[in-house]
């Protein structure tokens, strides 16, 4: 059984940096792609980034437009972690993120679209203040 845990959330001032962390147990397939989303009060759970070993990806990295230059996705494999780097944060960035899991069974589905994720943690809350 598949287990996603998220860390690193917190409050920080506009303009700060944050490091959130998602550990993944229980994955023993090779195809998979591992991805954040993030929710604000009242909003609909929103794509941030993903990266990808399903089919030929080898690890490609997609990002939602509006996070591109400031957020980073990257994997440590061997501690089956997933990182987000968050670097000049906002107001707006304040949200529950949440990782999820992808086994590639539903690769019709767009990779932004929280159907196509199997797998999901608990969330980190993440409060960023002017």
């Known amino acids: 059984q598949v287990q996603l845990v998220e860390s690193g959330g917190g409050s920080v001032q506009a303009g700060g940096s944050l490091r959130l962390s998602c550990s993944a147990s229980g994955r023993t397939f090779r195809n998979y792609a591992m991805a954040w989303f993030r929710q604000g009060a009242r909003q609909e759970r929103e794509f941030l980034a993903a990266i990808s070993y399903i089919m030929w990806d080898d690890g490609a990295t997609y990002y939602e437009d509006s996070v591109t230059g400031r957020f980073t996705i990257s994997e440590d494999d061997a501690k089956n972690t997933l990182y987000l780097q968050m670097n000049n944060l906002q107001p707006d960035d304040t949200a529950v993120y949440y990782c999820?899991?992808?086994?590639?069974?539903?690769?019709?589905?767009?990779?932004?679209?929280?159907?196509?994720?199997?797998?999901w943690g608990q969330g980190t809350q993440v409060t960023v203040s002017a």
């Open positions: 999820a899991l992808d086994r590639g069974t539903r690769t019709t589905v767009a990779r932004t679209a929280p159907f196509r994720y199997e797998y």
